[in-house]
């Protein structure tokens, strides 16, 4: 017994604790029993003796095999008495606790910030000393964090363990998936102080009021430019690595950022998730939705800053601030594009073919005529499976199932499934005949009408 309280003390345990009399011959840790140390060498060895039946998912731990099989039965015997939360394992109410109680143990030697998890600690402690130590075997990217480097390989391997039970969405993580229910919830708990606008995530708030701050935290050290989304900086920092990570399994086509390749990928998809409240229509960019929306408003929300003509889209406000040529006259929304339009009058065609020498004044017809050589077909049509080298080929086809006619004659108003129909035709109008024989003189208003008489007269 103890001589100031009278407790009984087991003599023989405080002396195991003092001494840790098990050790690990691999690394050499001590612990107070030999089943700690047995639970320690699985980390060694790889064992994981239990098993869950559900999920096959395999644990070296029994304690936290039973924390894994509640996920799957639904039960949380751990309850919060402040809040009413509950929780699968009694660790995971602890740290929660902390959250109530203000407590955060842990701190930052470098900055001070302070934690309620050591994992947190030992995670943001990389921000500072820089250290990534999870790689990715399949690409080279590196990570800080364990749990984002597990997330980035569900990239490669295209698994999605988290399901939606609304609409059965799958996701990568499950923070994705707490975060899209949201959507379904119409829960928006995030909301701006400065015009009282509501966010699913508190990123996207942040992201948002830099909007009123002007704040712009992600510079380029390679050009200066700045950046208010950390995302917009590496994707900008792309264009000067010339990095681009994410490659379309359907064509091979890569890309900058993950968002770039998922917008593509629904191009081989035919998916359109984004859908018009007021008239139905489906949209597979978030974008084209926003700008498809003020038709219904009557907003107009883009104003010109040079004579105050207002816009219900931006690029009906790019199109009337546009760039014109100063060779022809012709008008473009953007530097680049007037670039490569110049190339038309001054000839040069700085891209060429490896396989045939071809040149091109853009990169973008390069990359279609290649296809010609490497017989690539990246665009099919949904209705018949028939496969095309382009895009606007593409569209045209599928006209032929839908029965869609927009190009319309302003003469005669006859409609046509394609442009360069309409084009034909306008000729019978104007009588415009542009294709002319260097032997007879004789003139066509179509080019197929010319070649026949032009392949006649060399048979005769």
Not at 74 to 89: L, M, N, Q, R, Y
Not at 135 to 152: P, R
Not at 203 to 232: A, M, W
Not at 409 to 421: E, P, V
Request: with cysteine; aromatic share 8%.
């Amino acid at each position: 017994n103890c001589p100031n309280c009278s407790i009984k003390v087991n003599i023989t345990l405080l002396w195991n604790i003092a001494k840790k009399p098990f050790s690990c011959s691999d690394c050499g840790k001590c612990f107070i029993t030999s089943s700690d140390l047995t639970k320690h060498r699985r980390m060694h060895t790889g064992e994981k003796p239990h098993s869950c039946s559900d999920c096959g998912k395999s644990f070296s731990r029994l304690d936290i095999f039973k924390a894994h099989q509640r996920i799957h039965t639904g039960e949380k015997p751990f309850s919060c008495s402040d809040c009413g939360k509950c929780f699968i394992a009694s660790s995971y109410l602890i740290r929660h606790q902390k959250v109530h109680t203000g407590e955060k143990p842990y701190s930052c030697f470098d900055c001070g910030k302070c934690f309620i998890r050591s994992s947190e600690l030992i995670n943001h402690q990389r921000v500072h000393t820089g250290e990534k130590p999870y790689s990715c075997s399949d690409c080279g990217k590196s990570f800080s964090q364990l749990g984002i480097f597990k997330a980035h390989q569900r990239i490669h391997t295209g698994e999605k363990p988290f399901s939606c039970s609304d609409c059965g969405k799958c996701f990568i993580t499950s923070s994705e998936l707490i975060r899209h229910q949201r959507v379904h919830r119409g829960e928006k708990p995030y909301s701006c102080f400065d015009c009282g606008k509501c966010f699913i995530r508190s990123s996207e708030l942040i992201n948002h009021q830099r909007v009123h701050t002007g704040e712009k935290p992600y510079s380029c050290s390679d050009c200066g430019k700045s950046f208010s989304r950390l995302g917009h900086l590496k994707a900008h920092e792309g264009i000067h690595t010339g990095e681009k990570p994410y490659s379309s399994f359907d064509c091979g086509k890569c890309f900058i950022s993950s968002s770039e390749l998922i917008r593509h990928q629904r191009l081989h998809t035919g998916e359109k998730p984004y859908s018009c409240s007021d008239c139905g229509k489906t949209f597979s960019r978030l974008g084209s939705l926003k700008s498809h929306q003020p038709i219904h408003t009557g907003e107009k929300p883009y104003s010109c800053s040079d004579c105050g003509k207002t816009f219900s889209r931006l690029g009906s406000l790019k199109t009337h601030q546009q760039i014109s040529c100063s060779d022809c006259g012709k008008c473009f929304t953007s530097s680049s594009a007037l670039t490569v339009h110049q190339r038309v009058h001054t000839g040069e065609k700085p891209f060429f073919c490896s396989d045939c020498g071809k040149c091109f004044t853009s990169s973008t017809a390069l990359t279609v005529h290649q296809r010609v050589h490497t017989g690539e077909k990246p665009f099919s049509c949904s209705d018949c499976a028939k496969r095309f080298s382009r895009l606007h080929s593409l569209d045209a086809h599928q006209r032929t199932h839908t029965g869609e006619k927009p190009y319309s004659c302003s003469d005669c108003g006859k409609t046509f499934s394609q442009l360069g129909g309409l084009k034909v035709h306008q000729r019978t109008h104007t009588g415009e005949k542009p294709y002319s024989c260097s032997d007879c003189g004789k003139t066509f208003s179509q080019l197929g009408s010319f070649r026949v008489t032009s392949n006649w007269d060399g048979g005769r």
